[in-house]
């Protein structure tokens, strides 16, 4: 008869090949082998000296253990191309609501993965023989073979952890790592992966150092200061809307007619990125409300949601206006609660108020969101009040097969019927004509002329690491191009304040980073002396964003290409931004410090922010959140 150390470690291998087919593309090697056996077998080993009741029901545990940690670093490479640490398992509370896209990203053969787990059920549940086996197989290996076993993998396994603990690219690393110890190295440097430097080094002076732009110079009030000053504000993030979208055909028809109109009478710029973390949405409105950066781990939701953190809502507050925020979900997704009293919000607006009225995906469609969200707008404006309002869309959400059939206007060709990026085309078609009922309503309530518009997406649609061939093929032949990593973290960023804003088209690299200080401008709420990381797009044209997910650690976008480091700086890889046809030239590596010290000056600032529970941010008056549904 086998033992059980023989058949699990059969499993194991078979499963560890299947995972890196998947993440790495790899064929035969012994590579995965020499980095995924040692650790594997240093647990067996373990198993073999300490168990001998029960040790099959002990293997069959570690096995499913196992088997979960490969599939889920499977799935979620497959939407974020990185590698799922433990630190992402605080967000499992989230799988719930998202399902549709779990599934989505699930190919089968995935599941193939558990295989074993269920023949070895079935097998000992109704073969006699297997039990009686099962019952033989406590007999333990010889303790001197195992223990000398146990010595040499758990060193081999260190020896590797070693060897590669430098390595900058989280996904390189894991592979020279091996997956099992690079989620074993997570757990152990917990913590101690943060760099942070002292509070007394963030400061603005710093901080434009590092970025490489120079203050206004002589004193003297920036371009376009105030140029929409006593306006509403109305900042609308779009769910997963990408820039290829716009001005898009496809068999003839445009995609979105209504943001290739506005875009004609605002100021565009078409070179603006994603900047978000594991919060995906949640870190948008954090962003954009804050222009500070994503925490190294975990949403911002979780990281900083408990600070008193300076934000576009307080400052408009103190300027006399009323904050709210729109959104059709549940304001607990993700934190939202906390983060909205954070941002000081005076008031949400929820699921709880707008109700279930032409439910897409979590909530009433965007057409509901806009109707009810400027009536409301309209009615506290009558009371003598301005207000900034961020609206949240989501009817476009992934995996976009949330559309009835009755809202899909957008005839598509055949090939395109039923496929993920159809799906996606055919979600954002409604997205758009979504937004011509709101700037539709915005002039029926007699606000247009009195109001800067500021749309923008908050993360990409369309993942490259889960595009089949299918996808691939049918979205070069409407971009004339490959998909490409500058296609995915490409959004839009329009800015509409008619009789105040001429129309441009602004060619400089931007990030979400950079809307704060940007609608300060614009607005007229001075932010000199104070803390944040963003630049005003109407002032500086020149650009630094380093990225913290989506892309591996040391990631950056300049003023040229989007910038992904290998193992170490040096032997990285440059993407030339969209659009440009010549060979970007590579980042410095003063550049690529400066970005990484960025994201150190942020995270250090944000935890050493005061706690939100009774403290005042200076100068701003901080308000409890209310809905006004209560």
């Known amino acids: 008869m086998y033992s059980p150390f023989l058949i699990f470690t059969i499993a194991m291998i078979i499963k560890v090949y299947m995972s890196w087919q998947v993440i790495y593309g790899t064929g035969f090697s012994w590579k995965p082998l020499l980095t995924e056996l040692p650790a594997i077998w240093a647990v067996f080993a373990i198993i073999e000296l300490l168990a001998s009741k029960r040790k099959l029901g002990i293997y069959l545990t570690v096995n499913l253990l196992l088997t979960a940690v490969y ?20 967000q499992v509370g989230q799988v719930g609501e998202v399902k549709g896209s779990v599934f ?77 110890n690079y989620e074993l190295y997570k757990v152990a440097t917990s913590g101690k992966d943060e760099r942070t430097v002292a509070i007394t080094e963030v400061t603005p002076e710093a901080i434009m150092k590092l970025k490489g732009i120079a203050p206004v110079s002589g004193g003297d009030k920036p371009a376009h200061w105030a140029a ?16 290829f979208l716009l001005g ?56 900083y949601v408990d600070h008193a953190i300076p934000s576009l809502p307080k400052r408009f507050e ?77 009817s476009a959400h992934h995996p976009f097969n949330f559309l009835p059939d009755t809202v899909k206007k957008l005839p598509l060709p055949e090939q395109f019927e039923g496929s993920f990026a159809g799906n996606y085309i055919q979600s954002q078609h409604y997205a758009d004509e979504a937004i011509g009922i709101l700037i539709a309503k915005l002039k029926e309530y007699g606000l247009w002329d009195n109001t800067m518009l500021v749309i923008y997406g908050d993360h990409m649609g369309l993942p490259v690491y889960s595009l089949n061939d299918t996808d691939r093929e049918l979205l070069q032949s409407i971009l004339g191009t490959p998909y490409s990593y500058t296609d995915m973290l490409n959004i839009p960023l329009i800015i509409s304040a008619p009789g105040a804003l001429q129309p441009e088209v602004r060619m400089q690299t931007a990030g979400q980073i950079d809307i704060m200080p940007t609608i300060a401008n614009l607005a007229g709420i001075p932010l000199d002396h104070e803390i944040y990381f963003g630049q005003d797009l109407m002032n500086h044209t020149s650009n630094l964003l380093p990225e913290r997910y989506y892309l591996p650690s040391g990631s950056l976008i300049n003023n040229k290409s989007i910038f ?67």
Do not use: C
């Open 71 to 90: 599939f889920a670093v499977i799935m979620y490479y497959k939407y974020f191309g990185i590698i799922v640490t433990y630190h992402a398992l605080a």
């Open 104 to 180: 989505q990203l699930m190919h089968p053969s995935f599941l193939l993965i558990f295989i074993d787990i269920v023949a070895i059920a079935l097998t000992l549940t109704f073969s006699k023989k297997a039990r009686s086996w099962a019952a033989i197989s406590a007999a333990r290996l010889p303790r001197p073979v195992t223990a000398s076993l146990l010595t040499v993998a758990a060193a081999a396994a260190l020896i590797t952890v070693w060897q590669h603990k430098d390595v900058i690219n989280e996904v390189r690393q894991t592979e020279e790592m091996g997956i099992v």
């Open 228 to 243: 929409a000053q006593g306006r509403n504000v109305i900042v609308l993030q779009m769910e997963a809307f990408q820039n």
């Open 248 to 303: 898009l055909k496809v068999d003839g028809q445009e995609v979105t007619p209504n943001l290739n109109k506005l875009k004609e009478e605002s100021v565009y710029f078409k070179h603006m990125f994603q900047m978000v973390g594991q919060g995906n949405t949640s870190d948008a409105e954090f962003m954009t409300n804050t222009s500070l950066y994503v925490p190294p781990v975990g949403a911002a939701t979780d990281a």
């Open 318 to 394: 103190k300027a006399g206006y009323l904050a709210a925020t729109f959104h059709t979900n549940d304001v607990k997704f993700w934190n939202r609660d906390k983060l909205y009293n954070a941002l000081g919000f005076n008031y949400y607006y929820d699921k709880e108020w707008y109700g279930t009225d032409d439910t897409i995906a979590f909530g009433s469609s965007d057409d509901i969101l806009y109707e009810k969200a400027i009536q409301e707008i309209a009615d506290i404006n009558k009371s003598g009040q301005r207000v900034y309002a961020n609206l949240i869309s989501m």
């Open 564 to 630: 992904v480091p290998g193992e170490q700086f040096k032997d990285g890889v440059v993407y030339p931004l969209p659009g440009d046809t010549g060979e970007a030239p590579y980042p410095a590596q003063s550049e690529f410090d400066r970005a990484l010290q960025l994201l150190e000056l942020s995270h250090t600032y944000a935890k050493s922010l005061p706690p939100a529970e009774g403290h005042v941010p200076s100068g701003a008056t901080r308000t409890t959140t209310q809905n006004k549904g209560d």
